[in-house]
């Protein structure tokens, strides 16, 4: 767990690797275009991701050590390693803009990719690209736990966003908010919407 600098609140990790954030941050506003055709996949994603700490000790005017936007700003060059990183920047306020753009397929050896970590069970992603055993396909997002989420929207930080899939093959299961041939979208208004996808890439 991850404590806030306000005693009585706690965080667990929903976003971040020990080799690049230093901290809890969560995606506040989330964008994503995936293209899914068999087992290839096309990833575009970019959006807003808040160290919630940092914002609850604003909300409180708690003092913010002098040298914390310095620490934050460090974590670009950090990011920039990561593959299909195309901009991780520091805004200000516990904030950071990313986009990412990757391409790949999903093997048997490497049957997931995950997003921001890549690395599909790192268990620090919001968003996970993953072939399963019987050869179906689920692209989903993970639930926020129950204390996380009373936790964010105590803070009041949104959770704004679109993702938007379209595949080739048959849909077995999904939750879209709209559909449109082989176009799924989703509209992210709170932490407990959550997208699911499941596909056989080799029906039609």
């Known amino acids: 767990m991850i404590a806030l600098g306000r005693a009585g609140i706690r965080l667990p990790i929903i976003l971040g690797t020990a080799a690049l954030l230093s901290g809890c941050l969560a995606p506040e506003e989330f964008n994503a275009t995936i293209d899914l055709s068999g087992y290839s996949y096309s990833v575009e994603l970019d959006g807003r991701l808040a160290d919630p700490r940092y914002v609850k000790a604003l909300q409180d005017r ?11 700003k460090g974590q670009e060059a950090l990011a920039a390693t990561m593959p299909g990183m195309e901009r991780f920047v520091y805004v200000g306020g516990g904030r950071f ?41 689920v692209i989903s997002t993970p639930v926020v736990p129950k204390q996380a989420l009373a936790d964010l929207n105590s803070i009041g930080l949104p959770a704004t966003g679109t993702v938007t899939v379209t595949v080739k093959g048959t849909v077995l299961e999904q939750n879209a908010d709209e559909e449109a ?17 499941k596909l056989d890439p080799g029906g039609s």
């Open 97 to 137: 803009d990313l986009a990412m753009s990757l391409e790949g397929e999903l093997t048997e050896s490497n049957p997931a990719i995950g997003f921001p970590a890549t690395k599909s069970r790192s268990g620090n992603n919001f968003l996970t690209v993953e072939r399963q055993e019987d050869g179906s396909v």
């Open 181 to 197: 041939g082989q176009t799924y979208s989703w509209h992210r208004k709170s932490w407990e919407d959550r997208v699911y996808l």
């Open 62 to 72: 708690q003092e913010i050590p002098p040298d914390a936007d310095e620490k934050m």
